[in-house]
């Protein structure tokens, strides 16, 4: 380990490769909640978080496993999953009084049309109002998942194969585009109640 006079050991979370306390002090300085998007290896997690000297506090989250409430039957962790969660989130939020958000990506490398603007893309479709270009945000035939139902109706007999998952969960991937909207539309009539 390094020594010397000058040496400062850095702050823990930063050694850890958890924070950025350059851009989380970028971010605190807009004075709004941010939005804050992490993606794991299973889900999708977004959270409404306000500064407070004492420590940030939580004012709406979602998160990828509530959508099976919804009735969704796809992965937990795609592109239509993480807009369902960016707009379940917005609408707790306007529920909540927050009318605008700044994005909080955290250490993640944003990626053109990735599931983190996906996320971004559903808060902005809720009302929330987020500062996002649109070039980095997805097209909705890609959110809807119209790919992937081209990809199975191209598979023919071989997607059981490829998309056993959404077989299993009663999900026919040719009809994902449908399904999605289907629990888009619940997740509106529902009102975003927590």
């Known amino acids: 380990m390094a020594g010397g006079a000058r040496y ?4 823990r979370r930063r050694s850890e490769g958890k924070t950025d306390y350059r ?48 009735g969704w039957k796809g992965g937990t962790r795609n592109l239509c999953s993480a807009y369902l969660v960016g707009y379940l989130l917005g609408r707790r939020a306007l529920k909540r009084g927050v009318k605008e958000a700044v994005a909080d990506l955290g250490l993640r490398t944003p990626v053109h049309g990735g599931r983190c603007f996906a996320a971004i893309k559903g808060m902005l ?62 997740i509106r009539e529902a009102g975003a109640d927590e």
């Open 8 to 11: 400062r050991v850095a702050f």
């Open 23 to 70: 851009k989380r002090l970028k971010l605190l300085l807009s004075h709004k909640p941010r939005a804050v998007i992490r993606l794991t290896n299973r889900y999708v997690i977004a959270q409404l978080v306000e500064y407070r000297p004492e420590g940030d506090v939580t004012l709406a989250s979602a998160h990828s496993k509530e959508l099976a409430e919804f």
């Open 125 to 186: 479709d809720a009302g929330l109002t987020v500062p996002a270009s649109e070039e980095v945000l997805p097209e909705m035939s890609r959110i809807r998942g119209e790919h992937i139902s081209a990809y199975a109706k191209l598979l023919g007999e071989a997607k059981e194969q490829r998309f056993g998952e959404y077989l299993k969960r009663g999900l026919d991937p040719e009809n994902l585009p449908e399904h999605f909207d289907e629990v888009l539309e619940r």
